[in-house]
C-alpha cells in the first residue's frame, strides 16, 4: 500500500498539502478528484519523491519512499506526470523502452523486449511505433506515454489527468483500459481525473482533495451527491440518475 502519514508541504507561507493522512494502492481503480490547485499533482510527487514533505511521510509497501533506491521505487511504483516535457526527439518504441529502464538499465533482456512489445500492443500503437511523439497527435501522444507506464511494469500506477487533449472517443477508450490494467493486469491505479462522470463510472473509490486536504473518500454513489460535489468544488452540481447510475449535470 502507499501511506500518507501527516504529509505536508508548503511553498513560502502556503500550504499546498495539509497533513493529509491516507492510503492508496488496493486493487482496483481510485481516482483522485478536486479543483484545480487543490494539490492532486502535489501528492503525487510525494508518493513518486519529485517532491520532498515538509513534514509527514510517505511509505510504499512498508518502506518510507525516501529510503528506497531510485531503481527500487520506479519497479515499485510508476507515475505519469500531467505535463510531460521530453525534450529529445523520441519515437513511441524509444518511449516504451524509456518505461523499461528501471529494470533494464539501458541493456534490454529478452523479458524487456517482451513487456515492450506486449505494452505496444496493449494500447494499438503497432502502426505508430516508428512515428517520434512530436509526429502525433495530442491523443496519440498520450497513449504512447501510457504505454511507457506499462512497460515499467509495476505493482502500482498512478496517472496524472491521462484524459488530457483526448476527444471523447479516446477519453472512453483509455478509462476502459485503465480499468483493464486493473482488472486484467491487477494493477493499482490511482488516476487524477477532472470529469467527474468518469471517475463515477470507472473507480471503485474517489477521494477528493480541496484547499491541500481530503474533504471525502468514499464509494462512487456516496461522493455523487450534490451536496458533497458543491463542497468540493464550490459550484452547483445536479445529480440524475440514469440507468442506476449516477450522472452529474455541470454544464449549465
Ligand atoms: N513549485 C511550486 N511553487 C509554488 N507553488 C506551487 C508549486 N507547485 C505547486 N504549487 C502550488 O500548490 C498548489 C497545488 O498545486 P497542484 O499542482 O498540486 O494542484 P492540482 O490539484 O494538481 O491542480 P490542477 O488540477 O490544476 O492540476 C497550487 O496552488 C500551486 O500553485
Ligand atoms: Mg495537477
Given at each position: ?14 500550504t499546498?498539502l ?16 478536486g ?13 513518486g ?31 505519469l ?9 523520441l ?43 512530436d ?16 512497460a515499467q ?7 496524472d ?8 472517443k479516446?477519453m ?9 490494467m486493473?482488472?486484467?493486469l491487477?494493477?493499482r ?19 477528493a ?44
Amino acid at each position: 500500500m502507499i501511506v500518507l502519514e501527516g504529509a505536508t508541504k508548503r511553498y513560502g507561507g502556503s500550504t499546498v498539502l495539509d497533513d493529509v493522512t491516507t492510503s492508496f494502492g488496493e486493487e482496483g481503480v481510485v481516482s483522485l478528484i478536486g479543483p484545480n490547485g487543490a494539490g492532486k499533482s502535489t501528492l503525487f510527487g510525494l508518493v513518486g519523491r519529485l517532491i520532498a514533505p515538509d513534514a509527514g511521510s510517505v511509505s510504499v509497501d512498508g518502506q518510507d519512499v525516501r529510503m528506497a533506491s531510485p531503481g527500487e521505487l520506479a519497479r515499485t511504483i510508476a507515475v505519469l506526470r500531467q505535463d510531460n516535457h521530453i525534450a529529445a526527439r523520441l519515437t513511441v518504441e524509444d518511449l516504451v523502452e524509456f518505461g523499461r529502464f528501471p529494470h533494464s538499465r539501458g541493456r534490454l533482456t529478452s523479458v524487456d523486449r517482451d513487456k515492450i512489445e506486449e505494452a505496444l500492443a496493449y494500447l494499438s500503437l503497432g502502426d505508430l511505433r516508428t512515428r517520434f511523439l512530436d509526429e502525433l497527435s495530442g491523443g496519440q501522444r498520450q497513449r504512447a506515454f501510457i504505454a511507457m507506464v506499462l512497460a515499467q511494469d509495476t505493482k502500482y500506477v498512478l496517472l496524472d489527468e491521462p484524459l488530457n487533449n483526448l476527444d471523447l472517443k479516446h477519453m472512453t477508450e483509455i478509462m476502459r483500459l485503465i480499468r483493464r490494467m486493473a482488472d486484467e493486469l491487477g494493477k493499482r491505479v490511482v488516476i487524477v481525473l477532472h470529469d467527474i462522470n468518469f471517475a463515477s463510472t470507472y473507480s471503485d473509490r474517489i477521494v477528493a482533495m480541496r484547499d491541500g486536504r481530503i474533504v471525502a473518500d468514499a464509494s462512487r454513489d456516496a461522493i455523487m451527491r450534490p451536496e458533497v460535489l458543491r463542497e468540493v468544488y464550490d459550484t452547483e452540481v445536479e445529480v440524475r440518475e440514469i440507468d442506476g447510475k449516477p450522472v452529474a449535470l455541470y454544464y449549465s
